[in-house]
């Protein structure tokens, strides 16, 4: 699989997936999360848990190696309902369709106790 857990990337700097939990997929961890959303559902995760067969993740999958321009993606994505289980802060990006001027796909999320003044 194409899909390295040993370089240091965008996940690696992310604080985002630890902050999140899956609902509908308690036993996802923040890797298989990530791996989930970055390959649009190709891979479900880095190894089996309660929502994804272990021939649809990178530890043991046959399949095709994953297109880094989601080529092989599927068309259509299910996706987690995340929840956050701590606050802080998140700066997202979205690099698909972005030309830095016109489109640009970014933001901030502060996530804050419950019951908290904003």
């Given at each position: ?15 985002f997936w ?39 993740t ?9 297109n ?5 993606a ?19 990006m979205?690099?698909?369709?972005n030309n ?19």
């Amino acid at each position: 699989a194409v899909v390295s857990t040993q370089s240091t990337g965008p996940y690696e700097n992310s604080t985002f997936w630890d902050m999140v939990e899956s609902v509908n997929f308690p036993g996802a961890t923040a890797l298989d999360l990530a791996i989930d959303h970055a390959t649009s559902g190709y891979y479900c995760g880095y190894k089996s848990h309660s929502g994804c067969q272990a021939a649809n993740t990178v530890s043991a999958s046959t399949k095709e190696d994953f297109n880094q321009q989601l080529n092989n993606a599927p068309a259509s994505f299910f996706g987690h309902v995340l929840r956050f289980k701590k606050s802080g802060t998140c700066v997202y990006m979205c690099s698909r369709n972005n030309n830095f001027t016109n489109r640009s796909q970014k933001g901030v999320l502060w996530v804050k106790p419950a019951g908290s003044q904003a």
